[in-house]
């Protein structure tokens, strides 16, 4: 047996609390390219954006490469923006979490293009050895490709992304994680010490009211299929992508209020409603249930809501993430995405209002307004989580 405190030490992360910023640069459902880093003006206001953490001690941070603006030519690529990014959070102490993929590709390149994991796998190589030409030392955290499930569902079943297609989620799926696997191979061949941390949704489908014994199995493998990345990863299906459970590392978890739903409807089950749906489950019970399925240190990587209901939805994640904690999980962390407000992927003029900053965009780049309900609520959460961390609690030895 060993002690919470002792437990937690292994953490890799500076805070418990992490900012995201949005760093999308995919095509959008109308065939555009969006690019959200310089849209938000992170890239613009990236120092003052770091200085305004401080007030909420979070000193770890989501960062993506954006691949499509990296790698603009095959295997050639420009490192210059990244560069400006690694300074800037060395310069301030910030601890940065790299998506290497996060939605978008080159424009010559699709999941289900047939030189697309050699790609992708070149690039996983060539960042590495351009982060290790500069931090030779530091604990280097990648994402490889953010929310696999998502993607491939949007790409492949919805037509909202390239490769636009419809009953194509599955093998939009396996050449994603195909480029995952080879990712994390390639890496970690040059660094055995890089660590991976998943991005992938949690989510709860449930049967209708009244439902019929077809529909509750339907229900069930639809919940059962969210975690078909992460086993893939792990070689426990398509073991012919070379997935390995070496490969499991931190299992990071995407939680929103729409994160729980019937099958088969765009029903969604109510988060904070007066009287409860029989059907919802409570973040913890999902935390658990991940953390139980794979054994693994996990991290709640990306929460928010939109507009006026931001601080009841923070208040909820730091009682839930409190009660994850108290009951021994290694949960090493959240992180507030999008920490600056951003705009709809398909409709640029909507801005959502689900950041800590609200934008201002009466100035170019738009400014920051804190939403000051949403900061006092937090304030609280972390409280909450704080006094669960120095809860003194046994936990068994894994």
């Known amino acids: 047996m060993i002690s919470k405190r002792t437990f937690l030490t292994k953490n890799p992360f500076q805070s418990f609390w992490w900012a995201g910023y949005e760093c999308t640069d ?30 909420f001690a979070i000193r770890t941070v989501r960062e993506g490469i954006r691949w499509s603006q990296v790698e603009k030519t095959a295997y050639q690529y420009d490192w210059h923006v990244v560069e400006q990014l690694l300074a800037e959070g060395r310069r301030q102490g910030i601890q940065q979490i790299w998506d290497l993929c996060h939605f978008g590709y080159p424009d010559d390149l699709t ?24 931090y ?6 990648v994402t490889p490709i953010n929310e696999v499930s998502f993607i491939s569902w949007l790409g492949g079943d919805v037509r909202g992304t390239s490769p636009y297609c419809t009953k194509q989620g599955w ?23 890089i660590r991976i941390l998943t991005t992938e949704p949690l989510v709860q489908m449930v049967p209708p009211m009244n439902a019929t014994e077809q529909e509750i199995i339907d229900a069930a493998i639809a ?35 729409n994160n729980q739903w019937i099958n088969k ?104 307004v804190l939403y000051e309900p949403y900061a006092n609520a937090l304030l609280n959460a972390q409280r909450k989580v704080s006094n669960s961390l120095l809860e003194p609690q046994q936990l068994p030895v894994e």
């Open 136 to 141: 030779p030392d530091d604990e280097l955290i």
């Open 265 to 368: 409807t765009s029903t969604f089950l109510g988060w904070a409603d007066a009287i409860p749906d029989p059907r919802w489950v409570p973040l913890r019970r999902l935390l658990l249930k991940a953390h139980h399925r794979y054994n693994k240190p996990i991290a709640l990587t990306e929460t928010s809501h939109p507009g006026i209901d931001r601080p009841g939805w923070i208040n909820m994640i730091g009682q839930e993430c409190a009660a994850v904690i108290e009951a021994g999980v290694p949960l090493w962390g959240v992180c507030l995405y999008p920490i600056i407000d951003r705009p709809d992927w398909d409709h640029l003029d909507h801005w959502h209002h689900s950041g800590l900053w609200d934008a201002d965009l009466s100035v170019d780049p738009p400014g920051r």
């Open 223 to 257: 919940d059962e299929n969210q975690f078909q990345s992460v086993d893939m990863l792990a070689g426990a299906i398509c073991p012919e992508l070379g997935g390995s459970p070496e490969y499991l590392d931190i299992l990071g978890f995407n939680y929103y209020y």
């Open 111 to 134: 999941p289900l293009h047939p030189m697309f994991a050699r790609r992708f796998a070149a690039l996983c190589r060539a960042f590495v050895h351009f982060y290790r030409d500069r």
């Open 26 to 55: 995919q095509l959008n459902c109308f065939g555009n390219r969006v690019d959200f880093l310089p849209l938000t003006g992170h890239l613009q206001r990236l120092s003052d954006d770091y200085k305004h953490l401080n007030s």
């Open 171 to 193: 093998e939009v799926k396996v050449g994603l994680m195909r480029a995952y696997i080879e990712g994390v191979a390639a890496m970690r061949e040059l660094d055995p010490s």
